[in-house]
């Protein structure tokens, strides 16, 4: 088992697939008429030409650019390609995507074995294949969107962080802000996870060094025996204490350990104490992201929007209803794990012991559920036109089916995030948990426009940590998954319809 296998069975689907998708869609479809011509000019060396209407840097261009010369001397080989540029036709374009995603999987494992290195080797290679089957990044794979690669490269840069290679991290950073530039918030959002586990573990160390000390100190009239043992017990408790800091580093916690964890308000405060004490080592372990981030500011100064083209169209908004669509979303795609009998009856049991602070937790949720769907919830002119996105059938048969149910959806919107902060907070530290919210809220809510492709990197960062080993579940969400696939492919590939007023055959999307 292990990478290789997941690298096999990925390949068993890419392969075939992306050659049943290139047969019949051999043109470039919806945004690759935009990416797939700027590839191209970058092909040619024209690296000065630009779409207006391409909202994303050019960091795909460069990868694909690079995939081109890698197999131009095969390729002139056997078709007799005379020029790079011969190269990158559609069908090249898009298997870029296609190795991403091999890759891709590979991190997955590597992440997974990573995290939680008591999990069996046949379980996580499991566990990998089935998320490289999570159906938006799937779909996308066959096509030449910036979907796939931008999460690889996160996932690359997480990988290396959890690994301290910060300054390699920092690069893959930019490699994946270079992709997509709402990147940057998961560039912070790695960062920050990595200070608080090495704030959070170093402080640990030295209150475990500290009770050891008093300890000695207590027992300094005893025989010289006993002082060597307790040296010895000092040194112990020191090497547990270090192997304990490598294990938070997996972000995971026993149920012990939750007990005597410390809650919010005094994790933000060992955090930043800490983070002051340590402020130079800090500073120079993470100066690579500090760089990045800097760059990233002067840039979108100097640009006048985070977004490169189509600044109309992709203005910032206050969009607060669509943090609440992402979590009735994963908890959709993960409705084994978070709809099950079982899981209900613990959640509510959880939220009755807990009484009255989950009330008052889950009231000030509806309202700010409710003020959200009322005031900050955005139908974009995108969505209502387009009928070629699932978004668009969501939108008209079920949110905007009757005046009231976009209300009456709210409490389902408060149980999922609540049911996803409760199951994160079983195995995270809440400061975690909090920050991972946040940085999705900062990716989703300046987002005007629906689209289910934002939520794949957060959806990712969320199954990665909710650490789930019921593999029942698994392999119910796997088959969910297979369905979701085989369902959004046929209809892709099968289902074609034209419009009146726009020639052309038109094909069901994400």
């Not at 794990?337 to 937790?361: G, M, V």
């Not at 700010?368 to 769907?373: D, E, L, Y």
Request: hydrophobic share 50%.
């Amino acid at each position: 088992m292990g990478r290789l296998a997941v690298a096999v069975m990925v390949s068993l689907w890419v392969i075939p697939i992306s050659i049943l998708v290139n047969r019949i869609v051999p043109e470039p479809y919806m945004d690759e008429i935009f990416h797939m011509p700027q590839a191209q000019q970058y092909c040619k060396g024209n690296f000065r030409s630009w779409d207006p209407m391409i909202t994303t840097p050019p960091g795909l261009y460069y990868l694909s650019l690079a995939h081109a010369t890698f197999l131009f001397p095969g390729l002139s080989y056997i078709n007799g390609a005379s020029s790079i540029f011969e190269v990158c036709s559609p069908v090249i374009l898009r298997s870029v995507n296609g190795v991403l995603a091999v890759i891709c999987s590979i991190l997955l494992y590597e992440i997974i074995t990573l995290l939680r290195p008591a999990l069996d080797d046949r379980k996580a290679t499991f566990y990998a294949v089935v998320l490289s089957m999570y159906p938006l990044h799937w779909f996308f794979t066959f096509l030449y969107y910036t979907d796939v690669a931008s999460l690889t490269a996160v996932l690359a840069m997480y990988l290396a962080c959890l690994r301290k290679s910060y300054w390699f991290s920092g690069l893959l950073g930019a490699m994946a802000v270079a992709i997509r530039q709402t990147n940057i918030i998961w560039m912070l959002f790695v960062a920050c996870s990595e200070i608080i586990n090495i704030t959070l573990g170093h402080q640990r160390d030295k209150i475990d060094i500290d009770d050891a000390s008093v300890s000695i100190r207590k027992n300094s009239q005893q025989a010289p025996e006993n002082n060597a043992i307790l040296s010895s017990n000092l040194r112990k408790r020191i090497i547990s204490s270090k192997l304990d800091t490598g294990a938070q580093s997996t972000h995971t916690r026993s149920s012990t350990s939750r007990i005597s964890t410390p809650g919010l308000v005094d994790d933000i405060i060992a955090v930043c104490l800490t983070s002051l004490h340590m402020k130079k080592k800090l500073f120079v372990a993470f100066s690579p992201f500090i760089i990045l981030l800097v760059a990233f500011v002067a840039f979108v100064r100097w640009n006048g929007s985070v977004v490169l083209g189509a600044k109309e169209a992709h203005a910032v908004s206050l969009h607060f209803a669509q943090i609440l669509y992402f979590g009735i979303f994963s908890a959709l795609v993960l409705a084994p794990l978070y709809f099950s009998f079982e899981e209900t009856i613990n959640f509510f049991q959880s939220f009755w012991k807990n009484r009255p602070h989950s009330f008052f937790q889950a009231i000030l949720a509806l309202i700010a559920g409710f003020i959200s769907v009322h005031f900050f919830s955005i139908a974009h002119p995108y969505l209502l036109a387009d009928n070629r996105h699932y978004t668009f059938y969501l939108w008209r048969k079920i949110i905007k089916a009757y005046w009231p149910m976009k209300y009456l959806l709210v409490p389902l919107y408060v149980y999922s995030w609540l049911s996803i902060c409760t199951r994160l907070g079983k195995v995270q530290r809440k400061i975690w948990v909090l920050g991972y919210f946040l940085a999705t809220a900062a990716v989703l809510i300046p987002a005007p426009l629906i689209e289910f492709r934002y939520y794949t990197i957060p959806f990712i960062f969320l199954i990665l940590h909710s650490h789930n080993n019921d593999i029942q579940s698994w392999v119910l969400m796997g088959f969910l998954y297979v369905a979701l696939n085989i369902f959004t492919m046929i209809m892709f590939l099968y289902r074609p319809f034209h419009w009146d007023h726009e020639l052309g055959t038109q094909r069901f999307i994400w």
